[in-house]
């Protein structure tokens, strides 16, 4: 079995991947380090992936989605990321977080206004994080005070990604005090008195928009709710139980991107009169990358099978994206080493894929936050 494959992957799986994996090769590699060095995000690049089906397979076909399962959805996203993980992280934040929550949370009519766009190429952003409150999400402060048949928001969000460039966005505000008092919103990218601060100087990741968004006195209709007061917390609990799981697959693909590239310089390069390749020290830590990386991909196959299912999958994509993070980071780094003093520098894939996996331990549940879920079960 090639070493990027998912175990008990079908025939049909296996196709989506290589359409995944073509796309990717040939139209997402090339410009990838330039895109690195700009910051620019590749909006066609994304409307076209969306044209190839590539963008919500596992959201409902009436919506525009693929009609297929949470695997699927992982398949892609790594596929994405093995090349650039800026592009994976925004279909990740656009599809898997954004229109994943519409979709647990929209009635109908909501669903059909909002979702497709997404799946057509449009970007969405899901706001829960603050200035003063990450971790610790229920703290959140920023209000959505009822006048009349609608909402006025004020209050700020940090680190939003797409925050800049969405064109609908989820937004956790408060209605009320604690957990039960966290409502969840749709702000378009139209609505007055909001303002978005695009964020610079970020370690990787640099042609996904992050902002910070600052609200004040934003208008916006009723029908702007998702589901009830008060259900905005579990919603974002749920919804981030997906997004693990997807980050969990991301991680896969960057850490195999950095295998592959260090598997070719092995290859090519020679010391003493040998390729490197031909090393105990070089093959010890190919093996350790190839491990740890099939090892993420079981975990990401368990926590999909969960999702599909309908059974409780917050343990499992919290032990998916807590591992495979980790050892995408162990790969990255693995790939800096094997590259020598080229490693250092940034000509090579290796160096984008660490600064892009940094991340990964730190959003969407800090390893430390996920160590304390999964030690909630095992202590169970
Ligand atoms: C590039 C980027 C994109 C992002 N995109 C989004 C997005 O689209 N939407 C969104 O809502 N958010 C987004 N985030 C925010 C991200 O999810 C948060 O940064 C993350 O959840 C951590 O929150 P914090 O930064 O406030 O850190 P804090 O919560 O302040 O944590 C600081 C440190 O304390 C540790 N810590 C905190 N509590 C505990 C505890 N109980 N036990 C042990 N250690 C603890 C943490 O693990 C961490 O090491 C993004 C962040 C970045 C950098």
Not at 208 to 228: H, K, M, N, Y
Not at 345 to 366: N, Q, S, V
Request: charged share 25%; proline share 3%.
């Amino acid at each position: 079995m090639p070493i990027d494959n998912h175990p008990e992957m079908s025939e049909a799986q296996a196709a989506l991947m290589g359409l995944a994996r073509d796309f990717a090769q040939s139209r997402l590699a090339p410009g990838a380090a330039e895109r690195d060095r700009s910051g620019a995000f590749p909006a066609d690049l994304y409307k076209e992936a969306a044209e190839h089906g590539l963008l919500g397979v596992n959201l409902p076909e009436r919506l525009g989605g693929g009609g297929l399962g949470m695997l699927e959805a992982a398949l892609v996203f790594e596929q994405f990321a093995r090349v650039d993980g800026s592009f994976s992280l925004t279909a990740a934040a656009s599809v898997g977080l954004t229109a994943g929550h519409l979709h647990r949370a929209c009635d109908d009519a909501q669903a059909e206004r909002w979702i497709p766009p997404l799946l057509r190429g449009e970007l969405g952003a899901w706001a829960l994080t603050e200035p003063g409150s990450g971790s610790d999400a229920a703290a959140l402060r920023c209000r959505a005070e009822r006048r009349g048949d609608g909402y006025t928001i004020d209050g700020a969000k940090m680190f939003i990604t797409q925050g800049s460039v969405f064109s609908v966005m989820v937004l956790m505000a408060r209605t009320g005090e604690g957990k039960g008092g966290i409502s969840a919103f749709v702000i378009e990218a139209s609505d007055a008195g909001r303002e978005s601060r695009p964020i610079h100087g970020k370690l990787g990741m640099r042609s996904s928009d992050t902002a910070e968004i600052v609200f004040q006195g934003c208008e916006i209709p009723g029908g702007r709710l998702l589901g009830a007061e008060g259900e905005g917390f579990s919603q974002a609990v749920a919804t981030l139980v997906e997004g693990r799981f997807g980050v969990g697959a991301l991680c896969c693909g960057l850490g195999q991107g950095a295998l592959d590239a260090a598997l070719a310089y092995a290859h090519e390069r020679e010391a003493f009169g040998r390729s490197i390749g031909e090393f105990g020290g070089i093959r010890e830590q190919l093996a350790d990358s190839a491990i740890g990386l099939a090892a993420g991909r079981e975990l990401v196959t368990r926590a999909a099978r969960l999702l599909d299912s309908g059974e409780d999958a917050a343990d499992s994509a919290a032990r998916a994206k807590l591992f495979a993070s980790e050892a995408a980071l162990r790969s990255c780094d693995q790939s800096i080493q094997i590259h020598g003093g080229y490693g250092y520098t940034d000509e090579i894939p290796a160096h984008r894929f660490w600064r892009d996996a940094r991340l990964l331990t730190i959003g969407e549940g800090t390893s430390e936050i996920l160590r304390g879920v999964i030690a909630r079960s095992v202590f169970a």
